[in-house]
C-alpha cells in the first residue's frame, strides 16, 4: 500500500471519496455509470474490461464479474479473453473488443486503418464511442487502484483477499 489509510477507514472509500474530495467522487461517479448507462452487451463487455484488467494487473478488477439481470459471463471466459486471437468462445464483437481494449492500452498509435475498417463493420460510432470510455475509465481506475496498492488493500468480489506484490527495492 503506497498511502496512508487513517486506522479504521475502508481504503477505497478514503482514497476515492475523502482524500480528494473534488475529483475522487466524480471520478467514481463515473466509474459507476460506465456499469449503469452501457448498451453493449455483458460478453463484448467484459471481454473489453477484462483485457485491460489483465494488462494492469488489477488484483479487484481481475477477479470481478460484471452482473446484470442475474447473467455473468462463464467462469472461463478471462481465460478466454487472454487467448482473443485464436479461442472459439468468442464472435467477431467479442474478439474485436479484447482487441481494441489491448492495443487502446498497449498501442493506441497503431490503431490502423485495417482495425478500423473491421471495428465499423461491427459497431456503429455510438458502440464505439462508448467502448471506448468504457476502455479510458478501465484502464485509468485499474491503474490507480494497481499503482497506489489499493487493489491489495480491499476485499475481492469472490471474497478471498489479494497477496500484495512485493515492493521492488531501489537500484543502488
Not at 107 to 125: K, P
Not at 126 to 133: C, G, H, K, Y
Not at 150 to 165: N, Q, V
Amino acid at each position: 500500500m503506497r498511502i496512508d489509510i487513517p486506522e479504521g477507514k475502508d481504503a477505497i472509500e478514503y482514497v476515492w471519496g475523502e482524500m480528494v474530495p473534488g475529483i475522487g467522487p466524480a471520478a467514481a461517479r463515473f466509474s459507476m455509470a460506465v456499469y449503469a448507462h452501457t448498451t453493449l452487451g455483458l460478453r463484448e463487455f467484459e471481454a473489453a474490461r477484462l483485457r485491460i484488467a489483465q494488462i494492469n494487473g488489477c488484483a479487484f478488477c481481475l477477479d470481478w464479474r460484471t452482473e446484470r439481470d442475474g447473467e455473468k459471463v462463464e467462469d472461463d471466459f478471462a481465460d478466454a479473453v487472454a487467448r482473443w486471437r485464436t479461442t472459439g468462445a468468442f464472435d467477431e464483437r467479442t474478439r474485436l473488443a479484447a482487441e481494441y481494449a489491448e492495443r487502446y492500452t498497449l498501442d493506441h498509435h497503431g490503431l490502423d486503418e485495417d482495425f478500423w475498417n473491421r471495428m465499423t463493420a461491427h459497431y456503429n460510432q455510438l458502440e464505439i464511442v462508448e467502448l471506448s470510455m468504457c476502455l479510458g475509465s478501465w484502464l485509468a481506475f485499474g491503474r490507480l487502484n494497481h499503482v497506489l496498492g489499493l487493489d491489495t488493500m480491499c476485499r475481492l468480489p469472490s471474497g478471498r483477499s489479494p497477496a500484495p506484490e512485493p515492493r521492488a527495492r531501489p537500484a543502488r
